[in-house]
């Protein structure tokens, strides 16, 4: 499955941005589904993830409650609706995929997801 991130931009602290991840080659709905960022000098972080088998959603504590993840009704095309941004928020945000469900302990592990989008730049101002 290839998948293509866009939405990011520059905002102002307290703004919103929604990110979209668009599917080709594979059956969207038959992949568990993350939202990770990398903010420079940093390791990369999930952030958000939605399990195929059963669509548990899952966040990191660092944006429950600010950001949300929903789908188009086709399944092709997922978003992340991010709202009350701060400046920690800045990084470059990544979609990705993997065929297997979720797990509470391990959904946000990096090496889990196997496909990947290009990511989208989100700067959020001070």
């Known amino acids: 499955v290839q998948l293509q991130a866009s939405g990011g931009g520059l905002v102002q602290a307290g703004g919103s941005l929604r990110l979209s991840c668009a599917a080709s080659?594979?059956?969207?709905?038959?992949?568990?589904m993350a939202w990770c960022r990398q903010a420079p000098g940093k390791e990369r972080e999930c952030v958000a993830a939605?399990?195929?088998?059963?669509?548990?959603?899952y966040y990191s504590d660092s944006v429950k409650g600010r950001f949300a993840v929903s789908r188009d009704n086709a399944d092709n095309t997922k978003y992340l609706q991010m709202s009350s941004l701060k400046p920690e928020d800045t990084a470059v945000y990544y979609c990705?995929?993997?065929?297997?469900?979720?797990?509470?302990?391990?959904?946000?592990?990096?090496?889990?997801?196997?496909?990947w989008g290009q990511g989208t730049q989100v700067t959020v101002s001070s």
């Open positions: 939605v399990g195929w088998s059963d669509g548990t959603v």
């Open positions: 990705a995929a993997s065929p297997l469900p979720l797990h509470s302990l391990y959904w946000n592990t990096i090496s889990g997801y196997l496909y």
């Open positions: 080659g594979g059956t969207f709905s038959r992949y568990s």
